[in-house]
């Protein structure tokens, strides 16, 4: 039924029906159902139903909100009192305290996506430009002497790097051209240490590296005039930004991407001392396996010459097939139990209905059987019997004589 026909129609509306009825109007407007609202988290509650409820606000105004137990479990990590937020979901009215309310379904962090959507618009532009053409792509050198890092002093990467490529190759030579990796003025170090690793230290390799952050901290790695730097370069470039699921324009312009720093360390030295030391004992090896090689095969034939007659050996043939007998007796014991347990079940249901359809246990919770004496015929009904006459009443253990008195009928 049309709310606004039902409100029209009544002289006068109770508090619970124009409730009811905002509802409906609320409930059916398309916007206020899949709707985005920003605002700062307050008052956030975690009752033991598992459900949460927190009030979003801003400086003119603040609405409740409710996140539903299904759907707490996977959005609980964004909810913090004072951050800002944007959430999804439907507008109502919660008709008990006559208040409207928002039911939330997602969650995101203030900006993110205008963020991603500048990340998208930017992306296109470059890609369009041929930025990220992989023939452009300048091959990583597998032996380089020289690296240049570009990195934070402070940050936690700088020591995994270093320590990473000591442990492969401590012959290295690193040089370290320091630069901010968040902040407004980050974007200028960065492409001013770019610049100076091609125009004054000349490495064979630079690697620019940070650790993890949200997408904010990590946005100066997605300005473009970083990305640009990073494509101007003459000398191959790795980049190793943020977590293995973080992604950066950066990465997508560099000749080469690392998940991690650490990775990026073991991606710039491909071969370590330790390899080299490898593959000399490797070879030598190879020199004796192939001496060894003739034997082995002969070995190896003869094993399984051995292996196929013990297959086809009578002896194992018996055993499988009394694996396999056993394995019916099993199946039929429990099929056995299992039919027993079922007929088991059937006769004690049985025995319940027969017990409780027993006359005797029906005198047992005060029913009494009535009876003429003249001829002991049962009487169930008023109208069987007349005043005076001699009856017989049975109950639960014995019986006794009685006289039919003021008869009483009653209408069906």
């Known amino acids: 039924m049309d709310p606004k026909a039902t409100l029209k129609s009544a002289l006068s509306l109770s508090v619970t029906e124009l409730t009811r009825y905002l509802r409906q109007v609320i409930e059916s407007d398309d916007v206020l159902q899949e709707v985005w609202v920003q605002g700062e988290i307050s008052n956030l509650a975690r009752p033991g139903s598992g459900h949460v409820y927190f009030t979003l606000k801003d400086a003119g105004a603040s609405l409740r909100c409710v996140l539903w137990r299904i759907n707490a479990f996977r959005l609980i990590s964004f909810l913090k009192e004072g951050i800002g937020v944007e959430v999804h979901g439907s507008v109502t009215v919660y008709e008990a305290g006559g208040q409207y309310q928002m039911i939330v379904d997602g969650i995101r962090s ?12 930017l992306k296109k532009l470059l890609e369009e430009e041929g930025l990220f053409n992989p023939d452009k792509k300048r091959t990583i050198p597998s032996g380089a002497n020289r690296i240049g890092l570009i990195t934070s002093l402070t940050g936690a990467a700088l020591q995994d790097v270093l320590n990473t490529l000591r442990r492969r190759n401590p012959l290295l030579n690193v040089f370290i051209v320091p630069s901010a990796v968040q902040g407004n003025d ?29 997408i904010e901290d990590l946005w100066v790695f997605n300005d473009e005039r970083v990305v640009r730097a990073i494509a101007a370069s003459e000398i191959p470039t790795i980049t190793g930004i943020g977590h293995e699921t973080d992604f950066t324009l950066s990465d997508f312009v560099a000749d080469l991407r690392a998940p991690t720093p650490t990775t990026a360390a073991e991606l710039a030295t491909p071969i370590t001392i330790l390899e080299l030391k490898d593959v000399l004992k490797h070879n030598y090896e190879d020199l004796i396996s192939v001496i060894e090689q003739s034997i082995d095969l002969k070995r190896d034939l003869v094993n399984d010459s051995h292996s196929r007659l013990t297959f086809l050996s009578p002896d194992r043939r018996i ?14 014991v429990t099929s056995q139990w299992h039919h027993l347990s079922i007929e088991k079940i059937k006769i004690n249901g049985l025995m319940a209905s027969l017990t409780s359809l027993n006359p005797i246990n029906v005198l047992k919770r005060g029913y009494a059987v009535v009876t003429r004496q003249l001829d002991s015929r049962l009487i169930s009904r008023v109208g069987q019997i007349s005043p005076g006459e001699d009856l017989l009443i049975r109950v639960q253990d014995g019986s006794f004589s009685a006289q039919a008195t003021n008869l009483s009928q009653e209408l069906e």
Do not use: C, H, Y
Not at 111 to 119: A, V, Y
């Open 319 to 332: 055993q499988t097939e009394w694996q396999t007998m056993d394995g019916v007796i099993r199946r039929l």
């Open 110 to 121: 203030m900006g993110e996506g205008l963020l991603f959507q500048e990340f998208i618009r």
């Open 186 to 214: 980050a974007p200028l170090e960065l492409v001013k240490a770019i610049s100076d690793m091609n125009g004054i230290v000349k490495p064979e390799l630079i690697l620019i590296v940070r650790g993890g952050g949200s």
